[in-house]
Protein backbone atom coordinates (compact mmCIF):
# COMPACT_ATOMS: atom_id res chain seq x y z
CA UNK A 1 0.00 0.00 0.00
CA UNK A 2 1.32 3.67 -0.73
CA UNK A 3 -1.31 5.47 0.83
CA UNK A 4 0.25 6.93 3.57
CA UNK A 5 3.04 8.85 1.07
CA UNK A 6 0.46 10.39 -0.33
CA UNK A 7 -2.00 11.28 2.54
CA UNK A 8 0.90 13.15 4.11
CA UNK A 9 1.53 14.99 1.13
CA UNK A 10 -1.92 16.20 0.90
CA UNK A 11 -2.26 17.19 4.64
CA UNK A 12 -0.88 20.87 3.99
CA UNK A 13 -3.13 22.05 1.13
CA UNK A 14 -6.27 20.24 2.68
CA UNK A 15 -6.20 22.23 6.15
CA UNK A 16 -5.98 25.47 3.80
CA UNK A 17 -8.89 24.47 1.50
CA UNK A 18 -11.15 23.61 4.58
CA UNK A 19 -10.44 26.59 6.52
CA UNK A 20 -11.24 28.34 2.94
CA UNK A 21 -14.90 26.26 2.74
CA UNK A 22 -15.50 26.95 6.44
CA UNK A 23 -14.83 30.43 5.54
CA UNK A 24 -16.97 30.58 2.45
CA UNK A 25 -20.69 32.16 2.89
CA UNK A 26 -23.87 32.29 0.92
CA UNK A 27 -23.90 34.32 -2.42
CA UNK A 28 -24.40 37.97 -2.67
CA UNK A 29 -27.63 36.70 -5.02
CA UNK A 30 -29.01 34.57 -2.11
CA UNK A 31 -28.51 37.85 0.20
CA UNK A 32 -30.62 39.93 -2.35
CA UNK A 33 -33.49 37.22 -2.09
CA UNK A 34 -33.51 37.65 2.02
CA UNK A 35 -33.32 41.74 1.99
CA UNK A 36 -36.33 41.67 -0.71
CA UNK A 37 -38.38 38.59 1.90
CA UNK A 38 -37.46 40.72 4.72
CA UNK A 39 -39.11 44.29 3.72
CA UNK A 40 -41.55 41.94 2.43
CA UNK A 41 -42.13 40.62 5.88
CA UNK A 42 -42.59 44.03 7.54
CA UNK A 43 -43.43 46.22 5.26
CA UNK A 44 -40.03 48.17 5.46
CA UNK A 45 -37.04 48.40 7.89
CA UNK A 46 -33.66 50.43 8.21
CA UNK A 47 -30.64 49.72 6.17
CA UNK A 48 -29.20 49.64 9.97
CA UNK A 49 -31.80 47.01 10.93
CA UNK A 50 -31.40 44.66 7.94
CA UNK A 51 -27.96 44.20 8.16
CA UNK A 52 -28.06 43.92 12.15
CA UNK A 53 -30.78 40.62 11.18
CA UNK A 54 -29.04 39.47 8.02
CA UNK A 55 -25.67 39.87 8.34
CA UNK A 56 -24.40 40.72 12.09
CA UNK A 57 -26.50 38.07 13.77
CA UNK A 58 -27.74 36.40 10.89
CA UNK A 59 -26.08 33.96 8.00
CA UNK A 60 -24.21 36.50 6.44
CA UNK A 61 -21.71 37.14 8.58
CA UNK A 62 -18.85 37.22 6.11
CA UNK A 63 -20.34 40.79 4.82
CA UNK A 64 -18.76 43.51 5.71
CA UNK A 65 -21.50 47.15 6.31
CA UNK A 66 -19.48 48.31 2.99
CA UNK A 67 -20.26 45.90 1.19
CA UNK A 68 -24.01 45.81 2.39
CA UNK A 69 -24.56 49.08 1.34
CA UNK A 70 -22.69 48.82 -1.94
CA UNK A 71 -25.74 45.92 -2.73
CA UNK A 72 -28.10 48.19 -1.37
CA UNK A 73 -27.19 51.14 -4.00
CA UNK A 74 -26.86 48.58 -6.47
CA UNK A 75 -30.62 47.21 -6.25
CA UNK A 76 -31.78 50.54 -5.70
CA UNK A 77 -30.35 51.76 -8.73
CA UNK A 78 -32.61 53.22 -11.45
CA UNK A 79 -31.99 50.43 -13.96
CA UNK A 80 -32.67 47.74 -10.99
CA UNK A 81 -35.46 49.59 -8.33
CA UNK A 82 -35.59 46.47 -6.34
CA UNK A 83 -35.98 48.64 -3.68
CA UNK A 84 -36.13 52.99 -2.79
CA UNK A 85 -35.95 54.84 0.12
CA UNK A 86 -38.54 56.68 2.27
CA UNK A 87 -37.36 59.96 3.13
CA UNK A 88 -37.01 58.44 6.80
CA UNK A 89 -34.39 56.00 5.66
CA UNK A 90 -36.94 53.06 5.60
CA UNK A 91 -36.28 50.70 2.75
CA UNK A 92 -39.19 49.88 0.50
CA UNK A 93 -39.76 47.71 -2.08
CA UNK A 94 -39.35 49.03 -5.60
CA UNK A 95 -41.24 49.00 -8.86
CA UNK A 96 -39.38 45.71 -10.02
CA UNK A 97 -39.02 44.32 -6.40
CA UNK A 98 -42.79 44.44 -5.79
CA UNK A 99 -43.72 42.77 -9.08
CA UNK A 100 -40.50 40.16 -8.05
CA UNK A 101 -41.94 39.31 -4.75
CA UNK A 102 -45.52 39.06 -5.74
CA UNK A 103 -44.30 36.86 -8.23
CA UNK A 104 -44.95 32.62 -7.33
CA UNK A 105 -41.29 32.23 -8.52
CA UNK A 106 -39.75 34.20 -5.44
CA UNK A 107 -40.42 31.72 -3.18
CA UNK A 108 -36.97 29.58 -5.12
CA UNK A 109 -34.07 30.78 -4.81
CA UNK A 110 -32.39 29.24 -7.34
CA UNK A 111 -33.03 29.46 -11.28
CA UNK A 112 -33.18 27.66 -14.31
CA UNK A 113 -29.45 28.03 -15.87
CA UNK A 114 -29.97 30.30 -19.09
CA UNK A 115 -28.91 29.45 -22.35
CA UNK A 116 -26.18 30.67 -24.43
CA UNK A 117 -25.73 30.81 -28.27
CA UNK A 118 -22.28 29.08 -29.27
CA UNK A 119 -21.13 30.74 -32.59
CA UNK A 120 -18.01 30.02 -34.79
CA UNK A 121 -17.21 32.36 -37.44
CA UNK A 122 -20.43 34.15 -37.45
CA UNK A 123 -21.99 30.65 -37.74
CA UNK A 124 -25.07 30.27 -34.68
CA UNK A 125 -23.97 25.85 -33.77
CA UNK A 126 -26.50 25.88 -30.95
CA UNK A 127 -27.32 26.34 -28.00
CA UNK A 128 -27.17 24.76 -24.43
CA UNK A 129 -27.58 26.09 -20.65
CA UNK A 130 -24.57 27.03 -19.08
CA UNK A 131 -24.11 26.22 -14.90
CA UNK A 132 -20.07 25.87 -15.67
CA UNK A 133 -16.91 28.48 -15.31
CA UNK A 134 -16.39 29.77 -18.60
CA UNK A 135 -13.47 31.54 -19.68
CA UNK A 136 -11.47 32.35 -22.47
CA UNK A 137 -9.08 29.57 -23.66
CA UNK A 138 -11.94 27.03 -21.92
CA UNK A 139 -12.26 23.92 -24.26
CA UNK A 140 -15.33 22.11 -24.35
CA UNK A 141 -17.33 19.34 -26.64
CA UNK A 142 -20.67 20.43 -28.30
CA UNK A 143 -22.18 18.95 -31.20
CA UNK A 144 -19.21 15.97 -31.45
CA UNK A 145 -16.93 18.50 -32.03
CA UNK A 146 -14.18 19.83 -30.02
CA UNK A 147 -14.08 24.12 -29.54
CA UNK A 148 -12.00 26.22 -27.31
CA UNK A 149 -14.08 29.27 -25.98
CA UNK A 150 -12.63 33.08 -27.47
CA UNK A 151 -15.10 35.26 -25.67
CA UNK A 152 -18.72 34.97 -23.68
CA UNK A 153 -20.90 37.90 -23.93
CA UNK A 154 -23.13 37.70 -21.06
CA UNK A 155 -25.99 40.24 -22.33
CA UNK A 156 -26.00 38.92 -25.56
CA UNK A 157 -25.90 35.35 -24.07
CA UNK A 158 -22.90 34.11 -26.66
CA UNK A 159 -20.28 32.28 -26.36
CA UNK A 160 -17.50 32.43 -29.60
CA UNK A 161 -15.54 29.44 -29.99
CA UNK A 162 -13.24 28.07 -32.19
CA UNK A 163 -11.92 24.99 -33.23
CA UNK A 164 -9.93 23.00 -30.93
CA UNK A 165 -8.03 19.73 -30.61
CA UNK A 166 -9.23 18.80 -27.09
CA UNK A 167 -12.12 20.02 -25.16
CA UNK A 168 -14.47 18.29 -22.44
CA UNK A 169 -18.69 18.17 -22.65
CA UNK A 170 -20.08 21.23 -21.52
CA UNK A 171 -21.38 20.98 -17.98
CA UNK A 172 -25.58 20.53 -17.76
CA UNK A 173 -27.81 21.56 -14.64
CA UNK A 174 -29.07 18.66 -13.23
CA UNK A 175 -25.91 16.18 -12.84
CA UNK A 176 -23.93 16.32 -9.42
CA UNK A 177 -22.64 18.94 -7.55
CA UNK A 178 -18.88 20.18 -6.01
CA UNK A 179 -16.80 17.64 -5.21
CA UNK A 180 -15.50 18.07 -2.00
CA UNK A 181 -11.54 17.93 -0.75
CA UNK A 182 -12.25 14.66 1.21
CA UNK A 183 -14.04 12.37 -1.79
CA UNK A 184 -11.10 13.54 -4.32
CA UNK A 185 -8.74 12.24 -1.25
CA UNK A 186 -10.40 8.94 -1.78
CA UNK A 187 -10.54 8.63 -4.91
CA UNK A 188 -6.45 8.86 -4.80
CA UNK A 189 -6.64 6.36 -1.70
CA UNK A 190 -8.26 4.22 -4.17
CA UNK A 191 -6.05 5.14 -6.74
CA UNK A 192 -2.59 4.67 -4.92
CA UNK A 193 -3.70 1.22 -2.77
CA UNK A 194 -3.92 -2.17 -3.98
CA UNK A 195 -7.09 -3.21 -1.54
CA UNK A 196 -10.43 -4.33 -3.75
CA UNK A 197 -13.32 -4.14 -1.62
CA UNK A 198 -15.14 -6.51 -1.12
CA UNK A 199 -18.55 -5.42 -2.07
CA UNK A 200 -17.73 -5.05 -5.54
CA UNK A 201 -18.90 -7.48 -8.42
CA UNK A 202 -16.81 -8.83 -11.36
CA UNK A 203 -17.15 -5.89 -13.51
CA UNK A 204 -16.67 -3.33 -10.73
CA UNK A 205 -13.27 -5.24 -9.98
CA UNK A 206 -12.15 -5.16 -13.46
CA UNK A 207 -12.61 -1.75 -14.09
CA UNK A 208 -10.77 -1.17 -10.82
CA UNK A 209 -7.79 -2.99 -11.71
CA UNK A 210 -8.04 -1.10 -15.12
CA UNK A 211 -7.99 2.12 -13.68
CA UNK A 212 -5.05 1.31 -11.23
CA UNK A 213 -2.88 0.17 -14.07
CA UNK A 214 -3.35 2.96 -15.73
CA UNK A 215 -2.71 5.63 -13.00
CA UNK A 216 0.47 3.58 -12.65
CA UNK A 217 1.05 3.27 -16.59
CA UNK A 218 1.22 7.06 -16.36
CA UNK A 219 3.50 7.50 -13.25
CA UNK A 220 0.69 9.21 -11.21
CA UNK A 221 2.60 7.23 -8.32
CA UNK A 222 5.70 9.60 -8.59
CA UNK A 223 4.28 12.66 -10.01
CA UNK A 224 1.53 14.87 -10.40
CA UNK A 225 1.73 16.38 -13.70
CA UNK A 226 2.07 15.00 -17.04
CA UNK A 227 3.17 15.94 -20.74
CA UNK A 228 1.51 14.45 -23.86
CA UNK A 229 1.94 16.12 -27.24
CA UNK A 230 2.64 19.16 -26.17
CA UNK A 231 -0.24 19.87 -23.64
CA UNK A 232 -0.06 19.46 -20.23
CA UNK A 233 -1.72 17.69 -17.37
CA UNK A 234 -1.95 18.70 -13.69
CA UNK A 235 -3.79 16.69 -10.85
CA UNK A 236 -3.94 18.48 -7.91
CA UNK A 237 -6.19 15.76 -6.19
CA UNK A 238 -8.37 18.47 -4.83
CA UNK A 239 -11.98 19.21 -4.58
CA UNK A 240 -13.77 21.90 -7.07
CA UNK A 241 -13.55 25.32 -5.17
CA UNK A 242 -9.90 24.48 -4.88
CA UNK A 243 -9.22 23.15 -7.98
CA UNK A 244 -11.10 25.95 -10.21
CA UNK A 245 -8.83 28.63 -7.86
CA UNK A 246 -5.70 27.12 -8.78
CA UNK A 247 -6.80 27.11 -12.46
CA UNK A 248 -7.78 30.70 -12.72
CA UNK A 249 -4.31 31.48 -10.97
CA UNK A 250 -2.68 29.54 -13.35
CA UNK A 251 -4.73 31.47 -16.27
CA UNK A 252 -3.56 34.52 -14.26
CA UNK A 253 -0.30 34.15 -14.62
CA UNK A 254 -0.92 33.84 -18.70
CA UNK A 255 -1.26 29.74 -19.08
CA UNK A 256 -4.30 28.59 -21.28
CA UNK A 257 -5.71 25.74 -17.95
CA UNK A 258 -8.84 24.55 -18.30
CA UNK A 259 -10.60 22.17 -15.69
CA UNK A 260 -11.99 18.76 -16.31
CA UNK A 261 -13.00 17.92 -13.40
CA UNK A 262 -9.85 16.83 -11.13
CA UNK A 263 -7.70 17.72 -13.76
CA UNK A 264 -6.24 20.64 -15.17
CA UNK A 265 -5.19 21.06 -18.97
CA UNK A 266 -2.81 23.56 -19.88
CA UNK A 267 -2.97 23.05 -23.73
CA UNK A 268 -0.12 23.66 -25.96
CA UNK A 269 1.99 24.77 -23.18
CA UNK A 270 5.26 22.30 -22.21
CA UNK A 271 5.27 21.03 -18.69
CA UNK A 272 8.47 23.27 -17.92
CA UNK A 273 6.39 26.32 -18.45
CA UNK A 274 3.66 25.01 -16.25
CA UNK A 275 6.35 23.63 -13.47
CA UNK A 276 7.71 27.41 -13.28
CA UNK A 277 4.71 29.02 -13.04
CA UNK A 278 3.84 26.16 -10.22
CA UNK A 279 6.77 27.16 -8.80
CA UNK A 280 6.19 30.63 -8.39
CA UNK A 281 3.19 30.16 -6.85
CA UNK A 282 4.29 27.94 -4.16
CA UNK A 283 6.60 30.81 -2.80
CA UNK A 284 3.92 33.42 -3.12
CA UNK A 285 1.17 34.83 -0.96
CA UNK A 286 -2.40 33.90 -1.75
CA UNK A 287 -3.22 35.41 -4.78
CA UNK A 288 -6.49 38.31 -4.88
CA UNK A 289 -9.57 36.38 -4.92
CA UNK A 290 -11.36 39.12 -6.56
CA UNK A 291 -8.79 39.66 -9.07
CA UNK A 292 -9.00 35.86 -9.95
CA UNK A 293 -13.08 36.29 -10.27
CA UNK A 294 -12.54 38.89 -12.62
CA UNK A 295 -10.87 36.49 -14.73
CA UNK A 296 -14.55 34.62 -15.03
CA UNK A 297 -16.18 35.52 -17.85
CA UNK A 298 -19.96 34.28 -16.97
CA UNK A 299 -20.07 35.94 -13.34
CA UNK A 300 -23.86 35.73 -13.33
CA UNK A 301 -24.99 32.39 -12.71
CA UNK A 302 -27.73 33.04 -9.48
CA UNK A 303 -30.80 34.05 -10.02
CA UNK A 304 -30.96 37.67 -8.73
CA UNK A 305 -26.75 38.32 -9.79
CA UNK A 306 -28.38 40.55 -13.22
CA UNK A 307 -29.58 42.95 -11.16
CA UNK A 308 -25.53 43.54 -9.93
CA UNK A 309 -22.53 45.14 -11.08
CA UNK A 310 -19.80 43.05 -12.30
CA UNK A 311 -17.53 44.11 -9.21
CA UNK A 312 -19.98 42.74 -6.66
CA UNK A 313 -20.44 39.78 -8.39
CA UNK A 314 -17.02 39.48 -8.47
CA UNK A 315 -16.83 40.06 -4.95
CA UNK A 316 -19.65 37.57 -4.25
CA UNK A 317 -18.15 34.43 -7.00
CA UNK A 318 -14.53 35.43 -4.55
CA UNK A 319 -16.11 34.41 -1.12
CA UNK A 320 -18.53 32.13 -2.32
CA UNK A 321 -16.43 29.69 -5.03
CA UNK A 322 -12.76 30.21 -4.43
CA UNK A 323 -10.26 29.09 -2.00
CA UNK A 324 -6.95 31.27 -2.63
CA UNK A 325 -5.13 30.42 0.74
CA UNK A 326 -5.26 27.01 -1.18
CA UNK A 327 -3.61 27.67 -3.99
CA UNK A 328 0.01 28.37 -2.45
CA UNK A 329 0.11 24.39 -0.75
CA UNK A 330 -1.55 22.74 -3.60
CA UNK A 331 1.09 24.30 -5.92
CA UNK A 332 3.68 23.23 -3.26
CA UNK A 333 2.46 19.78 -3.06
CA UNK A 334 2.27 19.35 -6.98
CA UNK A 335 5.55 20.71 -7.59
CA UNK A 336 7.40 18.52 -4.68
CA UNK A 337 5.87 15.47 -5.79
CA UNK A 338 7.14 16.22 -9.55
CA UNK A 339 10.54 17.06 -7.65
CA UNK A 340 10.65 13.88 -6.48
CA UNK A 341 10.18 11.98 -9.58
CA UNK A 342 13.07 13.85 -11.56
CA UNK A 343 15.61 13.22 -8.86
CA UNK A 344 14.03 9.61 -9.06
CA UNK A 345 14.43 9.46 -12.88
CA UNK A 346 17.43 11.18 -12.48
CA UNK A 347 18.80 8.13 -10.03
CA UNK A 348 18.00 5.50 -12.09
CA UNK A 349 19.18 7.18 -14.73
CA UNK A 350 22.63 7.14 -13.27
CA UNK A 351 23.14 3.74 -12.02
CA UNK A 352 22.13 2.58 -15.45
CA UNK A 353 25.11 4.47 -16.71
CA UNK A 354 27.28 3.42 -14.04
CA UNK A 355 26.00 -0.71 -14.72
CA UNK A 356 26.34 -0.07 -18.33
CA UNK A 357 29.96 1.31 -17.98
CA UNK A 358 31.11 -1.71 -15.48
CA UNK A 359 29.87 -4.33 -18.31
CA UNK A 360 31.59 -2.78 -21.16
CA UNK A 361 35.08 -3.46 -22.53
CA UNK A 362 37.93 -1.75 -20.72
CA UNK A 363 38.82 0.49 -23.75
CA UNK A 364 34.79 1.18 -24.39
CA UNK A 365 34.35 2.29 -20.39
CA UNK A 366 33.49 6.31 -19.58
Not at 10 to 29: T, Y
Not at 69 to 96: C, K, S
Request: glycine share 8%.
Amino acid sequence: MRSGASSSRRSQWSSCSSAAGASRRASVSTLVHQILALIAQRGGLSAYRAYEILCRTGPFTGVTPSLFAQLLRAIAAPDATLLEQATDGTLLLGEVGERIVDSYEFFAVFKTPEEYRIVCDGKELGTLPIVAVLTPGTTIIFSGRRWQVVTVNEQQKTIIVSPSKSGVPPAFGGDGGDLHDAVVAQMHRVYENDDVPAFLDKTARALLAEARSAYRELGLTRTAMLERDGTSYVFPWAGTVAVNTLALALKDAGLPASVHRVIIEVERTPLDKVWAVLSTLADSSPPDPARLAHRVANLEREKYDCFLPRALLAIGFAADRLAPDAVGALAQTIVGAGTRAKDQREVHEHQYAVRLNSTAPQSQRM
